[in-house]
């Protein structure tokens, strides 16, 4: 068995997350929840990696999805007329992004590395039903 070593919550809440692209940000995460910036919108959804506490107590985020135990999730919009689908530009690409019923967004996604510094290193979902 190989044991790999424990990380302390203080040092994983200090760590620098660099998003080097313009049109998206991870601006903050914790206790299993990711706030993103994905061009002109702040989305705030669960994510199960998304450990610890949060740099900042209070978000602000246009689109929040909700998943009460027992009902299906969705997205709330925190003020009227907000896009379902919009356009973000992330280096030179153009990338469509969707609200899916899942609780992401549709369109390029790290594959998994928070050092990411080319476009090379993501992918594109095609379909996220």
Request: proline share 6%; net charge negative; aromatic share 10%.
């Amino acid at each position: 068995m190989v044991l790999t070593p424990a990380i302390p919550d203080t040092e994983i809440q200090d760590a620098s997350i660099e998003t080097p692209f313009d049109g998206y940000e991870l601006v903050d995460f914790g206790r299993g929840r990711k706030l993103e910036r994905w061009g002109d919108y702040l989305v705030e959804y669960p994510d199960r990696l998304a450990s610890g506490e949060p740099a900042s107590r209070y978000w602000s985020a246009d689109w929040i999805y909700v998943d009460d135990v027992g009902t299906r999730g969705h997205w709330q919009p925190t003020r009227s007329g907000l896009a379902r689908e919009w356009t973000a530009m992330i280096g030179n690409l153009a990338v469509p992004c969707r609200l899916d019923e899942r609780g992401r967004i549709s369109g390029i996604q790290p594959i998994g590395r928070a050092d990411v510094h080319d476009l090379g290193t993501w992918r594109q979902f095609v379909n996220c039903d």
